[in-house]
């Protein structure tokens, strides 16, 4: 008998041989009808395949990402036998499941695919997934599969590198694909295919490899979840930051300048100042001490800290200077400088916490290829911070940090998220630094901080860098998209690299901890991700200019000027659209560059000293005195902002 113990902790015993399929049919039919794959103690197994021993078994349906990765890594298969029916001779490679949908890698040995074949392979996965050809694993050997194979220079590669006796086969009608496993019970699962793109792709990542093809498509078990989701990626393209950006007048790129080196133009600047603002504002409150460090260091000062190791291979090149040896780095981390004022003067337990942040700029070189507006770029700004503390404090103050990213969250609507606490594998302690002692004791609170202060979150083994543990918080967009925004980290690494030392109250000397973090991440990924979110409709206290005017002819221009002008002594950001034009072509203008209100002003409103106001995308609000409208745009504002 099997002894399985179910998600809700109930244990059951079920006959040698059973599969998780019969087991879900035991608990429900339901169940049985959604269940895409299965885990046993935290293994993937094949839902139709005999259990080998008992254990905890867990159950994944559509709705589960682990549902989602079966059901696109399966698609992957289909993919892969569709093309070797369409294109003989290829090489296969590689086709993993990916956040929406799924690749293969090829070799095509010839004429690559245009967008125009995409409905031929579209149609060809549909013909074969109607086969309800069950996905079937089997055991090889090395020398089996490597005979397979012997055509394939990437598969004999991967084959190359396996132990003999871990190799395994999946078949599905009559294809065979290398496989670890992970799939639907059969084909007749997938409904619904999209074949989304061909990109160019290095075989291993690596640039000195043969380049391949690599194939992107997308998968549903519903006809009508596919047309949803080509609709998510119409409105997608209509917010996305680049396109926005350049319409908004936000930020421009210059070859001449240089790639992934963002030009912030002035509606931009202002947008992104404001954000600076708000953020010291909440930081000042907390406690924050502002710094500012240089955009390049000494080349020692990373060699001391790490980076160079981590990143000098592959980022900016050392800069040379008239000094023999002398070279120079630019920033990839502001932390080392941060260590450096830390060690200005001896500190003593009674100045602790210091928290020191800067809106630092790092530069890190990043491959052209991977380069994507603002959220890949070469250099940009971090609103980095520090915070030097005790192993006493370490709680305290991660929950603190915690409070100052669930208020930059609220107030810019980003209500949606999860949290991520990375820790160390304790397979493999030779992966790590620091005594077990500390590495307990951030955990504990990392994981305490996270409970205490509600927040979902999930354990991911093994994801903790090798300096210590820390918390992500993996955020949703308007669209459902997931973006990592803002991160928290414990370090025992550089205090112990920087010989950072506090007197405690026993008059010996300690190491301090280290907090990473940075709320926003990058100055440029949070514009564009927040960009994105709101489709450029920021929120009215973070918007470049929250009121144009709209004098209805050149007799109504002073009067114009004046309504401004009483706007701008209230604090409210305002402009004037002086054009000689019709004022419907002003309205579609202002309703196209987005602000958040038009106020209409003709002879009628300058003799009752009035405004007639618009709201973008509200259309007509009526007639108002200047103070009452001032009135309304500061209490939307403090509204925002959470102020009384």
Excluded at 188 to 197: F, L, P, R, T, Y
């Amino acid at each position: 008998m099997l002894s399985i113990t179910l998600p809700n902790g109930d244990v059951r015993e079920y006959p040698d041989g059973s599969r998780a399929y019969d087991i879900a049919l035991s608990i429900s039919e339901g169940l049985a009808r959604n269940a895409l794959s299965a885990s046993l103690d935290g293994n993937t197994v094949e839902l139709m395949a005999p259990l080998e021993h008992g254990g905890a078994l867990k159950m994944y349906t559509w709705e589960s990402p682990e549902g989602k990765q079966a059901f696109w890594h399966s698609s992957a298969h289909v993919l892969a036998q569709a093309l070797t029916q369409l294109y003989p001779g290829i090489h296969l490679t590689i086709g993993p499941a990916i956040e929406n949908g799924f690749y293969y890698d090829v070799d095509f040995r010839g004429a690559i695919p245009s967008d125009k074949d995409f409905p031929a392979i579209e149609a060809k996965m549909i013909e074969l997934a109607r086969l309800k050809a069950e996905f079937k694993m089997r055991s090889v050997s090395k020398s089996e599969a490597l005979e397979v194979y012997k055509d394939n220079p990437f598969k004999t590669e991967l084959i190359e590198n396996l132990e003999d006796g871990s190799i395994t086969f999946c078949d599905h009608g009559d294809f065979t694909d290398l496989c670890r496993g992970g799939h639907l019970p059969d084909t007749g699962w997938i409904k619904a295919v999209k074949v989304m793109n061909i990109a160019g792709a290095y075989w291993r990542g690596d640039e000195k490899r043969p380049q391949l093809s690599r194939v992107y498509a997308i998968s549903f078990p519903k006809k009508a979840l596919l047309d949803e989701y080509l609709t998510l990626l119409e409105e997608a393209k209509k917010r996305d930051h680049r396109r926005l950006g350049k319409e908004l007048e936000l930020f421009a790129f210059s070859q001449r300048v240089g790639q992934g080196l963002p030009l912030w133009l002035p509606k931009g600047t202002a947008l992104r100042e404001r954000l600076e603002q708000f953020l010291r504002t909440a930081q000042k409150k907390a406690g924050y001490l502002p710094v500012i460090t240089p955009h390049i260091g000494s080349k020692e000062l990373y060699e001391t800290s790490g980076h160079y190791a981590k990143y000098g291979k592959d980022s900016f090149q050392p800069i040379g200077t008239p000094e023999e040896g002398e070279e120079y780095l630019l920033k990839p981390m502001n932390c080392p400088h941060h260590c450096e004022i830390y060690k200005t003067k001896p500190r003593s337990y009674k100045d602790l916490p210091l928290r020191l942040s800067e809106f630092g700029t790092v530069y890190r070189y990043e491959m052209s290829g991977e380069l994507h507006g603002l959220t890949r770029v070469r250099g940009f700004t971090q609103d980095d911070a520090h915070l030097f503390c005790t192993n006493d404090q370490l709680l305290d103050e991660f929950k603190k940090v915690i409070e100052l990213v669930l208020y930059i969250f609220k107030t810019l609507d980003f209500t949606e998220f999860k949290s991520q606490v990375s820790i160390r594998d304790p397979e493999k302690p030779e992966k790590y630094i620091g005594s077990t002692e500390n590495w307990d004791k951030a955990e504990s609170a990392i994981v305490q901080a996270a409970q205490e202060m509600g927040l979902p979150y999930v354990i991911e083994t093994g994801e903790a860098a090798f300096y210590g543990p820390k918390l992500d918080f993996m955020v949703r967009d308007a669209l459902g998209r997931s973006w990592q925004l803002g991160t928290i980290q414990v370090d025992y690494n550089l205090p112990e690299r920087f010989e950072l030392e506090y007197k405690g109250s026993d008059n010996q000397m300690h190491r301090p901890v280290m907090i990473h973090r940075a709320p926003f991440g990058s100055m440029e990924r949070f514009v564009a991700v927040l960009l994105e979110h709101c489709g450029g409709n920021f929120p009215l206290w973070l918007t470049p200019e929250q009121v144009v005017v709209l004098p209805v002819s050149e007799k109504s221009i002073d009067y114009a000027r004046e309504v401004s002008q009483l706007l701008e002594n209230s604090d409210i950001r305002a402009l004037i659209d002086e054009r000689n034009e019709k004022t419907g072509r002003k309205i579609r203008d202002a309703e196209v560059s987005k602000v958040p209100f038009m106020l209409i002003v003709g002879e009628l409103e300058a003799q009752n000293r009035s405004v007639s106001v618009r709201r973008h995308g509200h259309g007509d609000l009526g007639s108002m005195s200047i103070d009452e409208f001032a009135q309304l745009v500061q209490r939307a504002v403090r509204e925002e902002l959470g102020v009384e």
